[in-house]
């Protein structure tokens, strides 16, 4: 392994690329770009030590199709992750049937999970999986300085960036033909580069904010008991159980299976929920308690093992990726809501993007400035398009009826639109880019859009208390002909390999 106390007499050391932060972005970037460009020379940046603990557990934990086949095909974890990390059943949706009563299963509406995922998924304790990445890219070759970045220089075009890491004994200069930033909220090239929105005004009105713990050893039966002969193929525990109500929706999940640890936390729209109502960790039990008891119990019935607040959650880059090599990565680029697992989506299609635009810009390929602009557009089109997912969700949160098929519509584009095009890579294609785009200005953000109507429609139902029925997206029948949201168009998952821009 190579560690910083071996590199420090070295002054102004050249790498391939400098990855400031080794969290999940940071980690399965450099993973990722020493499997798919050979002998290249990466440095990782970051505070914390090669161990990590509790206290570098984060949100992000839960992975969708498209994360976890990054995970298990592109870094080659598969097996590592069966054996160190919890599945995942899919998605469970509750809505109370009355506010004022939610003390058992029974008092909700549920979609529940019908059966695992036909392409798996898992569950991840991220600072387990943080630090065993990292030091499976420091036996791949990677170099690690465990310091904090004091300062950053950025040139233009093909000149070496320059970044000063502060070690515990002295500073060092590294010299860097790309330059990553995947430091999280520390914003460090967002706000170098004037980069940064966080207005709701520019993120779809979204103003939320987010309240979380950890609680191990607690009794799951409260949720469930297990025994259900008739109902679906799934686990009930291992899924990831949302809780609706007006203006909120609460995440539960588990991280880790010895202890039976969870994590379980609220996203809230602060124009419903102001945060001084909820950022302390009595608050959020006291909000929990009134509002979702079943939840408040699981938590009474354990050991609670922290908590954490961030009162501003919606932000977004006006460029993720440069022309001058240089690249945003994670949160710190973007985050809108955990719904769906978007996060560890959007890092997965950026990092894939990024290792090509470095890896054609390193074989000096003619068209590498181009592939440039090209991914740079389509992880701004695609980011804009969870945006947009988000936006009104104050609004139809807890209505039962009018979120379920809001999540149905949603669905429907990720197997029949998102997870096809990752698997077939053609966000990868610049010709698709171009169609991407288009379809997408159709789709979302015209005034007159597809879903800028579905989602006025719905506003109307909510606001005329009209109910349309509860649409469940995991059953086949519902729509005619037998249809489902994860139902194949194609053999592109049975095929025996994988094909590029089927």
């Known amino acids: ?272 929920i102001p945060t001084s109502e909820i950022n302390k960790i009595n608050k959020f039990k006291a909000f929990l308690k009134a509002n979702h008891n079943l939840v408040y119990n699981i938590i009474e019935s354990g050991e609670t093992v922290d908590f954490h607040n961030l009162p501003r959650l919606a932000h977004m880059s006006k460029k993720i990726i440069s022309q001058d090599n240089w690249y945003i990565l994670g949160d710190a680029a973007h985050m809108f809501d955990p719904f769906y697992s978007s996060g560890l989506v959007l890092t997965a299609l950026s990092i894939e993007s990024v290792t090509e635009a470095i890896r054609s810009k390193l074989a000096q390929e003619p068209d590498a400035p181009q592939k440039q602009a090209d991914f740079n557009q389509f992880l701004l089109t695609n980011a804009r398009t969870y945006n947009f997912f988000c936006q009104k969700h104050e609004k139809h949160l807890g209505n039962a009826s009018v979120m379920s098929w809001r999540t149905y519509s949603e669905n429907m584009l990720w197997f029949g639109v998102l997870l096809p095009m990752y698997v077939g890579k053609w966000f990868l294609n610049s010709e698709f880019i171009s169609h991407f785009v288009k379809i997408a200005n159709f789709l979302f953000f015209a005034q007159n859009s597809f879903f800028n109507n579905l989602h006025r429609h719905f506003d109307e139902l909510v606001d005329d208390q009209v109910h349309i029925g509860l649409m469940d997206f995991t059953r086949n029948d519902q729509l005619l002909f037998g249809y489902r949201t994860s139902k194949e168009f194609d053999h592109y998952l049975g095929n025996t390999k994988f094909e590029p821009l089927r």
């Open 1 to 272: 392994m190579n560690v910083s106390e071996n590199l420090v007499s070295v002054p102004a050391k050249v790498y391939d690329v400098v990855v400031m932060g080794a969290g999940f972005a940071g980690v399965c970037q450099a993973r990722h770009l020493l499997l798919k460009v050979p002998n290249l020379k990466i440095a990782l940046i970051d505070p914390r030590s090669l161990e990590r603990s509790d206290k570098d557990l984060k949100v992000g934990e839960s992975t969708v199709e498209i994360s976890s086949m990054f995970m298990y095909k592109e870094l080659g974890l598969y097996e590592y992750l069966i054996e160190h990390h919890c599945p995942k059943h899919g998605l469970s949706f509750h809505w109370p049937k009355n506010q004022s009563q939610t003390e058992s299963c029974e008092d909700y509406f549920h979609i529940w999970t019908a059966s695992p995922p036909p392409l798996e998924s898992f569950q991840i304790n991220r600072a387990k999986f943080e630090q065993d990445v990292l030091k499976m890219n420091l036996e791949m070759g990677a170099e690690f300085y465990n310091g904090r970045v004091a300062d950053v220089n950025l040139t233009v075009q093909d000149e070496l960036h320059t970044v000063k890491v502060k070690l515990a004994k002295e500073t060092v200069e590294l010299k860097a033909k790309h330059l990553i930033d995947a430091a999280g909220r520390s914003f460090i090239l967002g706000k170098k580069t004037d980069n940064l929105m966080f207005d709701p005004e520019q993120l779809y009105g979204i103003n939320t904010g987010s309240s979380w713990l950890r609680v191990k050893n607690i009794d799951r039966t409260i949720l469930d008991d297990g025994y259900d002969p008739a109902n679906s193929a799934a686990s009930r525990y291992y899924t990831t159980n949302h809780f609706f109500g007006h203006g909120h929706w609460i995440w539960m999940l588990p991280i880790e299976r010895n202890e039976r640890e969870l994590s379980i936390g609220i996203v809230y729209h602060k124009n419903i």
